[in-house]
C-alpha cells in the first residue's frame, strides 16, 4: 500500500498572497493530480502530470501554477489570493492508464483567505 | 470538452431504503465511468468502475451499469444503511489521455 500525504492540512492566506501546497505520494505512480474542491461544484482539475517534469491544464488553470520536480513530488502555487476564497485542494495520483485508472486521494489543504 | 452532470445534489433517505444516484455523461470518444465515495474530512475513495457498453461495477452492495445508449451510469444500492451517508462522485477518464473528470457531487444522509 501507500499513501498521499498534503501539506499543511491548512492553509490562511491574506488577499494577495502567494500561497504554496504540497504533496507527496509513495505509490510510485507516474501521473499526479491537483483538483479544487468547492460546496455544490464538486471536484474540478486544475494540473496534472504524467510523468516528472510535465504539466497539464486542467478546466481551472488559471491563477494557478504547478511544479513537478520528482515522480514522487508535486506542488501547487495560488499565484495570488482572493480575498473571501475558501476552498479544499486535493491531490491525487494513479498509474498511467489512458483515463481508465482509478485515482488515490490525499485528504486535502483547506484554503482560507481573509 | 467532457463533462459529467449528477441530477441530484443532496439525497435523504431512511434506512433500507432503495438508492438510485443518477448520472450522465458527455464525451467525445469512448470513456471509462467511475464511482467514489467521500467521508468527511478524507479524499474521495475509488467505488468501481466499467469501461465498456453495458458492463456492470460493483463493490460494497452498491452497483451501476455503463449504458452508451443513454449516456447513464447511475449509481444503486438496494438497501442503504446509516454508514452510507456520504458524499458521492460519478466521474468519467478522457480515453487517450489522463484526464478524469467530475461531477458535482451527491450528498446522501441516512436517517436510523
Known amino acids: 500500500g501507500g499513501i498521499i500525504t498534503q501539506t499543511p492540512k491548512f492553509l490562511i492566506g491574506q488577499e494577495g498572497q502567494k500561497l504554496t501546497l504540497k504533496c507527496q505520494q509513495n505509490f510510485n505512480h507516474d501521473t499526479m493530480y491537483w483538483y479544487r474542491q468547492d460546496s455544490g461544484k464538486g471536484l474540478r482539475l486544475i494540473y496534472y502530470s504524467i510523468t516528472e517534469n510535465d504539466l497539464q491544464k486542467g478546466d481551472l488553470s488559471e491563477g494557478y501554477d504547478a511544479s513537478r520536480e520528482k515522480k514522487s513530488s508535486f506542488s501547487l502555487t495560488v499565484t495570488s489570493a482572493q480575498k473571501n476564497e475558501m476552498a479544499v485542494f486535493l491531490c491525487?495520483?494513479?498509474?498511467?492508464?489512458?483515463?481508465?485508472?482509478?485515482?488515490?486521494f490525499g485528504h486535502g489543504t483547506k484554503l482560507s483567505v481573509l | 470538452g467532457d463533462s459529467v452532470t449528477q441530477t441530484e445534489g443532496q439525497v435523504a433517505l431512511s434506512e433500507e431504503d432503495f438508492l438510485t444516484i443518477h448520472c450522465n455523461y458527455s464525451a467525445s470518444g469512448y470513456p471509462a465511468l467511475f464511482w467514489y465515495v467521500q467521508y468527511p474530512g478524507e479524499g474521495p475513495q475509488f467505488l468501481f468502475r466499467?469501461?465498456?457498453?453495458?458492463e456492470k461495477g460493483s463493490s460494497r452492495g452498491f452497483e451501476a451499469t455503463y449504458d452508451k445508449g443513454t449516456t447513464s451510469f447511475h449509481l444503486r444500492k438496494a438497501s442503504v444503511q446509516e454508514s452510507d451517508s456520504a458524499v458521492y462522485y460519478c466521474a468519467l477518464g478522457d480515453f487517450g489521455n489522463e484526464k478524469i473528470t467530475f461531477g458535482a457531487g451527491t450528498k446522501l444522509t441516512i436517517k436510523p
Open positions: 491525487a495520483s494513479s498509474v498511467p492508464g489512458q483515463g481508465t485508472e482509478r485515482l488515490f
Open positions: 466499467a469501461s465498456r457498453d453495458k
